[in-house]
């Protein structure tokens, strides 16, 4: 079964706004108002999701943030009174999955916790590894892995959304808005700006040769410049 969703967050009010929501689409729920008990809950619950205000009493909400995207695993949901263009961008850049600035829909605030959710979770079997390269990339969507040259990538849930999307079409040319709605599913305003965030961290895992696997087509978007093996 999986983990619950972790809400973090000071207000009280708050809080409870969002567990009920939470609990009322049928999500388990654990909550804290404190970093250091939300990190130590990390540990214990293994939470499927996390909903994180930044602006916490005790700890920096992004130290909170760092440990849980520390093994890739649980997903991020910002949800924080920093509304400034720039913080939302160093967010996403800092491996939350997606960001909610205050004050928000706890409608809109579930279905986006239920999109990581959705986007974290491995896919459908499929009976073969996909590469790219001669084999150099290979993409099994079954155990959500990606490995490049043989070493695992740890890919952030986002990571790995844009990455598959550009291997769907290798040589195709995605626009970012393209991209955003592959990878959230929907329209999500002012997130098209932070793709190229998304790109540079992806390419920075990628290694020396990133430049050519995801290449830049100047004033449309990005496309695999590695082709399918046969």
Not at 167 to 189: D, H, K, T
Request: with cysteine; hydrophobic share 40%; charged share 25%.
């Amino acid at each position: 079964m999986a983990g619950p969703v972790l809400v973090v967050e000071d207000d009280r009010e708050l809080r409870e706004l969002v567990r009920r929501y939470l609990e009322r689409a049928g999500h388990a729920v654990h909550t804290t108002g404190s970093g250091a008990q939300a990190l130590r809950l990390l540990e214990t619950t293994r939470p499927a999701a996390m909903v994180l205000d930044l602006g916490l009493p005790d700890i920096d909400g992004l130290e909170v943030l760092a440990a849980a995207r520390d093994g890739g695993e649980v997903p991020v949901v910002v949800l924080t009174a920093r509304s400034a263009v720039e913080d939302r961008v160093d967010g996403l850049r800092r491996g939350a999955d997606d960001y909610v600035t205050k004050p928000f829909s706890p409608t809109e605030l579930v279905l986006r916790v239920e999109a990581v959710l959705h986007r974290s979770r491995a896919g459908p079997a499929r009976p073969a590894v996909t590469g790219y390269g001669a084999g150099r990339l290979l993409i099994d969507e079954a155990r959500h892995e990606a490995r490049l040259d043989g070493a695992l990538l740890d890919l952030t849930p986002t990571e790995w959304g844009l990455l598959t999307a550009l291997c769907s079409a290798p040589g195709r040319v995605f626009s970012r808005f393209e991209l955003v709605n592959r990878i959230r599913g929907y329209e999500f305003a002012g997130y098209e700006r932070t793709i190229d965030s998304h790109v540079k961290n992806l390419r920075h895992k990628l290694g020396p040769e990133a430049a050519h696997i995801v290449e830049t087509v100047l004033g449309v978007g990005y496309r695999l410049g590695w082709s399918r093996d046969a």
